[in-house]
């Protein structure tokens, strides 16, 4: 009962930061290798407005994501913008430089030491039972639940929003969009705030449940196999593919050995890669024309 | 290479002149007078320049062999630190088990490197940019757990000790032999890239570059020619990775993180795509980056508050340096280097003229 509380937890993590990958994926066809970093970002970002607003901790909660969210959009603005057009490999490596860049710029800013957000917030953590004898932390939970409303919340945005309808059809083909008056740069810069947003929120969650150091980033990368697995332009398989990688991951664990944790993803990553590239839910790429 | 004929005309009376890696005068000399301060530079430099110098060479061979991946062959690969690993490690495998001398290690680093490339390759059979780097990327922590685990099961916890090389009964610990074997492993990587470059092997990669359909169309083995791409480059990286382990004396996983696969990505961006000596220049600048942003914040007031950060700070100047390039100098230090050169070819006017000879 624990392993499949467990499961719960760790695929909760690994699809809200999975969303991230997929959202500016399926908008802009660009992966995002600086989520991970972006996601410690956010977590920073709330132990900075913690101490702004001791006691508020919605407030700082709130605060903190708003400013992911001006985080993303300023990246795309002052960063990526300027790769628009450039082979999608090049974009790519600037995500990583960027997420270079920002790792060396944390640790200036805050320091390579371990934090609390928690702590500085005022609010403890603790332990829920649950039927069948399992336990799950008070953070822990809030994650699942984070997770689920994030996910209904862009699925329905997506489905029935002005600008969901817009980023899925920039997604789709970016010309013809462009054509019929959608704002491609609009369009693409709110795709990288949602998708730090969440990914912040993920970020936070996870340093108020178990502190906050450097390593969070390679959470962060540990995902983006949940969101290959499942298809990198969809969110459903993103859902999906995190239930996959964290049982797999999990179990693995529990009944192998400890020391698989940091290749289990990329293993069921490779065995993706050779059976079904375009990810369980998916679309096939198009095929070469000359 | 660039194809563009280096003396003022066509003077060419053999066929041997056509295959000619150096032709002018003028060129000759050039190559003379790097040598000389190439070989001088042991005699005057201090050990510490010594060290420096030797890293350059070690991660100049690293980049040629991932620049005729990426910058030729456009196989876009992020798993250059797990290759590197592997020859590191079967260096120090086979001199803890075997106590292997080194003309047999390195051979063998070879041969595991290629046997890898062929692995690493595969996926690129199926997939293509983004898809392929993130396959290789995956391989890469592959081979790191291998030498974790291979570590830990044998008590190597902190790492494998390498006895210095003896060759001919000496034991090779001095840096200034050091230097010149790495300069004539650089030299030896170079020629081989330089030869390759002009042969049907190079212009089939070339072709596949551009367009893989196309290539196929016009009778090119494509998946052939992409896993031999795959194995030169693996293997050379292994053999690097192989003298890196020799040079420091030490393997450990620790030195083959993904950090350093982005810095020889880095090195080839900054350097310039598609350019052997965007290579050399990009391996120059990399390595020498964190030596130059520690002494120019040693000059900073207040230095000694900064002495710990040192290290923030060098992440945080070598992302943003990369950045820089990508958004603003694509083409990297040749593409400077290339238009310093145009501005003094041409001086005093401004542009080329058009449609003449280029």
Redesign the interface.
């Known amino acids: 009962m624990q392993l499949a509380v467990n499961i719960v937890v760790l695929a909760a993590i690994y699809a809200l930061i999975a969303c991230g990958y997929v959202l500016i994926y399926r908008v802009s066809r660009v992966l995002n290798l600086a989520h991970g970093e972006l996601m410690m970002l956010g977590a920073y970002l709330l132990l900075a407005t913690a101490s702004q607003f001791t006691g508020h901790w919605l407030t700082a909660i709130g605060a903190a994501v708003g400013l992911s969210l001006l985080v993303g959009v300023l990246v795309y603005l002052f960063l990526m913008r300027k790769m628009a057009g450039e082979m999608v490999l090049a974009a790519v490596l600037t995500t990583v430089a960027l997420g270079i860049f920002l790792r060396g710029l944390i640790v200036l800013v805050w320091s390579a030491q371990q934090q609390y957000p928690a702590h500085r917030l005022g609010i403890a953590n603790f332990a829920i039972a649950l039927p069948g004898g399992a336990r799950v932390s008070f953070f822990a939970a809030l994650l699942v639940m984070a997770a689920a409303a994030t996910y209904a919340g862009i699925l329905l945005f997506l489905r029935f929003g002005r600008w969901g309808v817009r980023m899925r059809a920039a997604g789709q083909n970016p010309l013809l969009a462009a054509q019929r008056g959608v704002n491609l740069h609009a369009v693409y810069a709110l795709a990288w705030g949602l998708s730090t947003l969440t990914g912040s929120l993920a970020g936070m969650l996870i340093a108020l449940d178990s502190g906050l150091d450097q390593t969070m980033a390679i959470v962060g990368l540990k995902a983006f196999p949940a969101a290959l697995v499942g298809g990198l332009d969809s969110l459903l398989g993103a859902l999906v593919g995190s239930l996959i990688v964290a049982a797999a991951e999990v179990l693995l664990i529990h009944y192998v050995d400890p020391l698989l944790s940091e290749v289990v993803p990329f293993l069921i990553l490779i065995a993706m890669l050779i059976v079904r590239p375009w990810g369980l839910f998916g679309t096939r790429e198009e095929l070469d024309r000359v | 290479m660039s194809r563009r004929p280096r003396a003022s005309g066509y003077f060419r009376t053999h066929y041997a002149q056509d295959l000619a890696l150096i032709e002018t005068r003028a060129e000759w000399t050039a190559l003379t007078a790097l040598l000389i301060a190439l070989a001088g530079l042991p005699f005057v430099a201090s050990p510490f320049l010594l060290d420096l110098a030797a890293q350059v060479l070690l991660a100049g061979i690293g980049a040629l062999a991932l620049m005729l991946l990426t910058g030729y062959a456009g196989q876009?690969s992020l798993g250059h630190a797990g290759l590197l690993a592997a020859g590191a490690f079967t260096v120090g495998i086979a001199v803890k088990e075997f106590q292997a001398p080194i003309w047999v290690t390195l051979p063998s680093a070879a041969l595991v490197g290629a046997g890898l490339g062929v692995l690493f390759g595969l996926?690129s059979l199926?997939?293509r940019?983004?898809?392929l780097?993130?396959?290789t990327?995956?391989?890469h922590?592959?081979v790191v757990?291998l030498g974790?685990?291979y570590e830990?099961r044998r008590g190597f916890s902190t790492g494998i000790v390498v006895d210095p090389p003896t060759i001919a009964g000496k034991a090779i610990s001095d840096g200034r032999a050091w230097y010149f074997i790495l300069l004539a492993a650089v030299a030896a990587t170079l020629l081989l890239c330089l030869n390759l470059l002009r042969s049907k092997t190079d212009r089939a990669w070339v072709a596949i570059r551009t367009?893989?359909?196309?290539a196929a169309?016009l009778g090119i083995g494509v998946a052939a020619h992409k896993l031999l791409a795959f194995v030169i480059s693996s293997a050379v990286t292994a053999v690097a990775g192989a003298l890196f382990a020799y040079y420091r004396g030490f393997v450990s996983v620790e030195a083959f993180s993904l950090?350093l696969t982005?810095q020889y990505?880095?090195m080839i961006?900054i350097g310039g795509m598609g350019s052997l000596l965007g290579a050399l220049l990009g391996a120059i600048f990399v390595t020498l980056f964190p030596y130059l942003i520690e002494a120019a914040v040693r000059m900073l007031p207040g230095a000694q508050g900064y002495a710990g950060?040192l290290?923030?700070?060098?992440?945080?100047?070598?992302?943003?340096v990369?950045?820089l390039f990508?958004?603003f100098e694509?083409l990297g230090l040749v593409g400077i280097w290339r238009r310093v050169q145009t501005y003094f070819l041409l001086w005093p006017f401004k542009h080329r003229g058009v449609g003449g000879r280029r």
Do not use: C, H, Q
């Not at chain 2, 367009?211 to 196309?214: Q, R």
């Not at chain 2, 290290?311 to 943003?320: I, R």
């Open positions: 876009v996926p199926r997939l940019g983004l898809y780097a993130v396959s990327l995956a391989l922590f592959l757990y974790a685990e830990t367009n893989e359909t196309v169309a950090f982005i990505v880095a961006i950060m290290f923030a700070v060098n992440y945080a100047a070598f992302g943003a990369m950045m990508l958004v694509p």
